[in-house]
């Protein structure tokens, strides 16, 4: 069975072709962190993976298999009822780079994954990564707005059995910084012996 046997026909080797999701096939997407681990558990049993330049990873999945999932830093690219959803596919040609590019090349035999399997792996990548989902919606320490993908980003010890968790959603979750403001006697002490 030869590439040409698919049920699409990937773009020419020039470039990065848009195509619709929920036509051939669903897209499923994972930022870095939970992809890469996604990956590394899923083995020989995961189809073509796309990464694109700035390193989230999209497995082509069967249309309709993948709709009702709920896994944080991950999305399913479909046919909505209301707007059409498309995926950057490179040239079968571009397997590695910088540039968008096939992670695990697409062939004849390696296509589509199996969404149960792919479900499996990133849950499992999801725990790894972020622990346990939180119950109920958490507020963002930065936009102070509620989300429902909470990533933990500080546990404060507070010598007790349960420590206070600070979330974050996934916009603000690689902005979180551990430094602390000073307080008003540290920033007096520091002046006093001459630090900044």
Do not use: F
């Amino acid at each position: 069975m030869s590439i040409e046997a698919l049920p699409w026909t990937p773009p020419p080797a020039v470039d990065v072709e848009a195509l619709p999701a929920g036509k051939w096939w669903d897209a499923v997407r994972a930022a870095p962190t939970v992809g890469e681990r996604a990956l590394e558990l899923l083995g020989d049993e995961t189809g073509a993976v796309i990464q694109d330049k700035n390193g989230p990873l999209y497995w082509l999945v069967e249309v309709g298999s993948a709709t009702s999932w709920h896994l944080r830093q991950v999305r399913v690219l479909t046919q909505l009822a209301d707007e059409s959803t498309y995926l950057g596919v490179p040239p079968v040609s571009w397997t590695e780079g910088h540039l968008t590019h096939w992670r695990v090349p697409l062939t004849a035999d390696c296509y589509l994954t199996d969404a149960w399997k792919l479900w499996g792996a990133l849950a499992e990548a999801d725990r790894a990564e972020y622990g346990r989902m939180p119950e109920g919606r958490q507020l963002c320490y930065r936009c102070r707005l509620p989300t429902d993908e909470p990533i933990p980003v500080d546990v404060e010890d507070n010598r007790s059995a349960v420590g206070k968790v600070t979330y974050a959603c996934p916009p603000h979750a690689p902005l979180y910084s551990k430094r602390r403001p000073r307080t008003l006697t540290s920033a007096a002490a520091a002046e006093h012996e001459g630090r900044r």
